[in-house]
Antibody, heavy 119, light 109 residues
Framework: EVQLVDSGGDLVQPGGSLRLSCAAS????????MHWVRQAPGKGLEYVSA????????FYADSVKGRFTISRDNSRNTVYLQMANLRAEDTAMYYC????????????WGQGTPVTVSS | EIVLTQSPGTLSLSPGERATLSCRAS???????LAWYQHKPGQAPRLLIF???NRATGIPDRFSGSGSGTDFTLTISRLEPEDFAVYYC??????????FGQGTKLEIK
């Protein structure tokens, strides 16, 4: 059974840092691109970042470029989102998701981990 | 940048009725790059349709997707009580990555 377990969300002050993790199981992790998507309170889904299967290609939404870094450890079946210089507008539920090779949609999602940026 | 606009913002229907949700792109989108999701409060989003018209694994056949170019549609043929949720379309762009529409809330009338 495919499982994605998100963790690491917390309350952090503006300007602070946080690292989210997504532990994967039940599939061949190193053949899938992985993604982070967030949902701010009362808002819709917003795409955040992506990393390809071997980790050598990444993508960031303009809203997080230069502040967030996505990475993966294929030996640990885990993808990370390092968030720095956090702002109030980064407050959201953060979900990791996977895409199948050659497909442009997200077929499995984690349960989400909440990030609150507030003083 | 291609923008996805979903309509209506809210759709009020009764169980058993047919729901038609629209997703319009500001520029043409390859059908291969268009997907639909269902999202319920407190749950992870769920993939319904990929490639504009292909049902994801385990999705009931009352859900169907259609369209091409700039106009895409998600149809739920006969609403079940568990279908009331927020629905998002999503597109992929080679240089712009993934983008979601703003969502359509399907509520019980």
């Amino acid at each position: 059974e495919v499982q994605l377990v998100d963790s690491g969300g917390d309350l952090v002050q503006p300007g602070g840092s946080l690292r989210l993790s997504c532990a994967a199981s039940g599939f061949t992790f190193n053949t899938h691109s992985m993604h982070w998507v967030r949902q701010a309170p009362g808002k819709g889904l917003e795409y955040v970042s992506a990393i390809n299967s071997n980790g050598d290609t990444t993508f960031y939404a303009d809203s997080v470029k230069g502040r967030f870094t996505i990475s993966r450890d294929n030996s640990r079946n885990t993808v990370y989102l390092q968030m720095a210089n956090l702002r109030a507008e980064d407050t959201a539920m953060y979900y990791c998701a996977r895409s199948e090779p050659g497909r442009f949609s997200f077929d499995y999602w984690g349960q989400g981990t909440p990030v609150t940026v507030s003083s | 940048e291609i923008v996805l606009t979903q309509s209506p913002g809210t759709l009020s229907l009764s169980p058993g009725e047919r729901a038609t949700l629209s997703c319009r792109a500001s520029q043409s989108v390859s059908s291969s790059y268009l997907a639909w999701y269902q999202h319920k409060p407190g749950q992870a989003p769920r993939l319904l349709i990929f490639g504009a018209s292909n049902r994801a694994t385990g999705i009931p056949d009352r859900f169907s997707g259609s369209g091409s170019g700039t106009d895409f549609t998600l149809t739920i043929s006969r609403l079940e009580p568990e279908d009331f949720a927020v629905y998002y379309c999503q597109k992929y762009g080679t240089s712009t990555g993934y983008t979601f529409g703003q969502g359509t809330k399907l509520e019980i009338k």
